[in-house]
């Protein structure tokens, strides 16, 4: 995000984000210009999450 703030998943802890060496930055990268420079990926946190939701059909 441009102004710096992390969008949600990753203010929850769920995702962090990496750049392609796999280090990890403090948000998207997201200039508000070029667009997302960084990969969501997900943190433990986020795992299990994803495997205590429901399946959705």
């Given at each position: 995000?441009?102004?710096?703030?992390?969008?949600g998943?990753?203010?929850?802890?769920?995702?962090?984000?990496?750049?392609?060496?796999?280090?990890?930055k403090?948000?998207d990268?997201?200039?508000?210009?070029?667009?997302?420079?960084?990969?969501?990926?997900?943190?433990?946190?986020?795992?299990?999450?994803?495997?205590?939701?429901?399946?959705?059909?």
């Open positions: 995000m441009a102004d710096g703030r992390r969008p998943l990753a203010r929850l802890g769920l995702v962090e984000y990496r750049d392609s060496g796999s280090s990890v403090p948000n990268g997201d200039d508000g210009h070029t667009g997302p420079k960084y990969l969501p990926w997900l943190t433990e946190a986020g795992v299990d999450a994803v495997r205590a939701a429901p399946p959705q059909v």
